[in-house]
């Protein structure tokens, strides 16, 4: 049946066919602590509807995902729509200040250490991490954001922020913790992987530090792809996310290094909340918009077609670059089919993720997911 379906599939040149599914290695399920803003349930049924077979979650939970207990409750929950493959916490809490049991941690199935949504601060606290998680073969990925630099900025510099007076973050925020953790890449010999680059610099630090043959990737988002803090229309929460919107030329610059391989993967950071959380403008409202089910769509538009990307690099930087990262092979009978002249709108209230907090409400883009199979089995079909 399912080489029926496959074949069908393969011999229109409208459909994209992914072997294994698209791999998402940043996402947030807010389970445990926020389940009105997304469940592992409705999250991978969202991951599905985007042609996600395999997500790597996040350890910003409450409490943090920092036990093997956390662990074990995503790795053996057979009733999801696709596979996790869960991070754990670089350090105790997500305070960092003392480094979790990492070795514990890669026992019960972590496949990767992040703080993500708090940087690590503490340089010393970072460089044993660091040196541990080397020894374990796991990478680190960092939310590469200064607490210091950044101040209360809530976006870049551009016309809104000046019209309504909000604090902005200086691209250096950024720049600079990427700057300290290459250098503790060359003391410990870890992998450091960035997650959501903003910035025009942070490509170029990363680009330098692969030339030099250390062990640097970077993600480039969606949204960071698609779109820049010139165009949020006011302020609306749901243009806000962290890092925030870069410039137009910091997008060009994650675009052009997406195409020549510096940023080697797609990643959604998908951050859920619920409506209560994304009111009263960018100065009080949580940061994040969700992204599982519009990923496919936008890169689609913003690499393929806008920017000429090879459809089998497309591909590559949902599948096999993931998979490099986090050591994961693609689980048997899983596969999903974009349709690349679909041409749909954006509509929030079809999704099935529980929130809806995104700018892409009514927009549209060509290339859409129509099915995915995982381990055999249908988990999404397009009607």
């Known amino acids: 049946m399912m080489e029926d379906i496959l074949k069908r599939f393969a011999d229109d040149p409208r459909y994209v066919v992914v072997p294994g599914g698209l791999r998402d290695v940043h996402v947030h399920f807010r389970d445990p602590g926020t389940p009105e803003a997304e469940t592992r349930a409705s999250g991978s049924a969202a991951a599905a509807a985007g042609g996600f077979t395999c997500v790597t979650t996040m350890p910003n939970t409450s409490p943090a995902g920092d036990n093997p207990a956390w662990l074990r409750e995503q790795i053996e929950d057979t009733s999801l729509s696709c596979r996790i493959a869960p991070s754990a916490c670089i350090t105790k809490g997500r305070l960092g200040r003392e480094v979790a049991d990492l070795e514990t941690l890669v026992a019960a199935g972590a496949v990767a ?8 601060d503490d340089a010393r606290v970072m460089e044993e991490a660091m040196r541990r998680a080397a020894k374990l073969g796991k990478p680190v990925m960092q939310h590469a954001v200064v607490p210091s630099i950044l101040g209360a900025g809530v976006m870049r510099d551009c016309p809104v922020a000046r019209r309504f007076g909000l604090p902005v973050m200086p691209p250096e925020a950024e720049t600079e913790a990427v700057r300290r953790d290459i250098a503790l890449v060359r003391v410990t010999g870890c992998a450091l992987h960035v997650q959501h680059i903003s910035c025009a610099g942070t490509v170029e630090l990363i680009r330098a530090a692969r030339r030099e043959g250390l062990p640097v990737t970077g993600e480039a988002t969606p949204h960071h ?53 994304k009111t009263g403008g960018f100065r009080v409202a949580a940061n994040g918009i969700v992204g599982l089910e519009t990923a496919a769509a936008i890169t689609w538009q913003v690499m393929v077609i806008e ?70 089995k249908v988990e999404y079909r397009w009607e």
């Open 113 to 120: 250490f992040t703080d993500d949504g708090a940087f690590v």
């Open 225 to 277: 792809l698609l779109l820049s803090c010139e165009d949020i229309p006011g302020d609306d929460a749901d243009w806000k996310m962290a890092p925030p919107l870069g410039s137009r030329e910091d997008v060009a610059a994650i675009r052009e290094g997406v195409k020549d391989g510096t940023l080697g993967m797609f990643a959604t950071d998908h951050a859920p909340h619920p409506a209560a959380k």
């Open 307 to 376: 920017e000429g990307m090879p459809v089998r690099d497309w591909i590559a930087r949902w599948t096999t670059g993931p998979a490099s990262l986090i050591g994961e092979t693609p689980d048997a009978g899983s596969f999903a089919v974009i349709d690349t002249q679909a041409n749909r709108a954006v509509v929030p209230d079809a999704f099935k993720t529980k929130s809806r907090n995104m700018p892409f409400a009514g927009m549209c883009f060509s290339a859409w997911p129509v099915l995915t199979v995982f381990k055999g």
